[in-house]
């Protein structure tokens, strides 16, 4: 009690909760099943053209620019009305420990898997856009193999406005998700101290808990940072010179940043346009969302090593309608608009503990590693040729240094 009262004043945490009132953590159990049968109603009855207006093409890179092809869009909502089943998928979900917490005026949703190994790290995974805590669910199944010398208690949060944790208020940040997330591991969870892995949205988020609570943030893992790529240019100003395989990293992330990003415009300035024309638009979310999964991932999804799978896709879309999140959760864009989340700025967090980054093939921005070594204390860096995840003992090694 002692320690967390004495935790919560260094940290000036919430008012609303002292050590006399630590937040009550609930179990919870996802059920949207009243739901399913109004989306698949919609879904089916959504007409598309006969034909593509234009000659679009199946987009494998980040070349092509004309969006969601027609015809996989129609296959995609064959599937989800012939074959999905929201039931296993739910199931599979529930399959993990769900609980919930109200720090502050904030519901928090997130996954807990305690090893049942003492002194197992505490790990926080954080998620994306647009994607939720679903997107952890495979790499937590790899950290948690049992293995007694290194293990991991786990821990997956919903970020603001994503899944089940309650939207974002005005005027809040990333910012201010890192020290509720820092409050979730220390104060309600108990832990002393904790590593982070985060991508997408959730490298902004994690690198700020990397920068901000470097007491308890012992080591940081990413595939994805809160910057833009720089322009080969900028690397050569640099003096970073790059590999043939970097250069064609490098051209992706050049073509995302100059053809890729008309939803984040969108999405950080007029959110609520798309937000509302698509809130009860099952069929519209998945052409959004999808798109993105596509483009954004191994060429090879659905087939070989790729977990980007069909049914992956539509589960996930099937997340962000059935707890109507797809405004809310896209409002993470407007409220960080560049420079306040993403920024073309890199700089060092104001810390000295152990950085580490994979780099995948497929990411869509690319950053070379003496350029993540400008931003942290960088001890590991490796190339990453398809969905594979990090190999846990990486992390568990960082952290006891
Ligand atoms: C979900 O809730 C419905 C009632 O709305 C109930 O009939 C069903 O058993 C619940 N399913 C699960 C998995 O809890
Ligand atoms: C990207 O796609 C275009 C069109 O399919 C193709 O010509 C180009 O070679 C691809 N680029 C890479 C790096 O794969
Ligand atoms: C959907 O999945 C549930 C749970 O695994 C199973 O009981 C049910 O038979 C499946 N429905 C269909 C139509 O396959
Ligand atoms: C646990 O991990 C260590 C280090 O990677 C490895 O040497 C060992 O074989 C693993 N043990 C099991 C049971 O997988
Ligand atoms: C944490 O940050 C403070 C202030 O920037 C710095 O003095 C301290 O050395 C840092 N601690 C670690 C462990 O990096």
Redesign the pocket.
């Known amino acids: 009690m002692r320690t967390l009262l004495l935790l919560s004043a260094y940290f000036g945490l919430l008012s609303e909760t002292s050590a006399a009132s630590i937040p009550a953590v609930k179990p919870f159990?996802v059920?949207l099943?009243?739901r399913v049968p109004h989306m698949l109603d919609l879904i089916g009855k959504t007409t598309l053209p006969a034909a593509e207006l234009a000659a679009a093409h199946a987009s494998l890179n980040m070349s092509l620019t004309t969006g969601m092809p027609l015809d996989t869009l129609k296959s995609l909502q064959n599937e989800w009305v012939t074959s999905f089943n929201w039931t296993r998928e739910?199931e599979q979900i529930?399959a993990y420990n769900h609980f919930t917490t109200q720090i502050g005026h904030q519901t928090v949703h997130f996954i807990h898997e305690k090893s049942k190994v003492p002194n197992a790290i505490p790990l926080i995974l954080l998620h994306g856009w647009p994607g939720s805590f679903l997107e952890m669910v495979h790499l937590l199944d790899q950290l948690m193999l049992s293995n007694s010398s290194q293990a991991f208690d786990i821990v997956v949060p919903s970020l603001p406005g994503f899944g089940f944790s309650s939207p974002a208020p005005n005027e809040w940040s990333t910012s201010d998700t890192a020290t509720l997330f820092n409050t979730l591991m220390i104060q309600v969870l108990g832990y002393k101290s904790y590593a982070v892995h985060g991508t997408d949205w959730g490298s902004v988020v994690g690198f700020d808990m990397y920068d901000q609570f470097n007491n308890t943030v012992k080591a940081a893992h990413f595939n994805f940072l809160p910057f833009f790529s720089l322009t080969p240019e900028q690397l050569t100003d640099q003096g970073i010179a790059l590999t043939a395989a970097e250069a064609i990293q490098e051209q992706r992330a050049m073509d995302f940043e100059n053809s890729g990003i008309g939803y984040y415009m969108e999405q950080a300035t007029t959110v609520n346009t798309v937000g509302l024309a698509l809130y009860d638009n099952p069929l519209g979310q998945l052409s959004w969302i999808a798109e993105k999964f596509i483009i954004w991932s191994d060429p090879r999804r659905g087939t070989g090593p790729s977990l980007v799978t069909n049914n992956e896709i539509l589960r996930h879309v099937s997340m962000y309608y059935l707890t109507q999140t797809f405004d809310s959760a896209a409002f993470i864009y407007a409220q960080n608009p560049t420079g306040k989340g993403f920024s073309y700025t890199y700089r060092r967090a104001r810390t000295n503990q152990p950085l580490l980054y994979s780099n995948f093939q497929w990411n869509m921005l690319f950053y070379p590693e003496r350029l993540v070594a400008t931003i942290g204390n960088l001890v590991y860096y490796n190339y990453r040729k398809t969905i594979v995840y990090p190999k846990r003992f990486t992390i568990w090694e960082a952290y006891q240094e």
């Open positions: 159990t059920n099943s009243s739910e529930n």
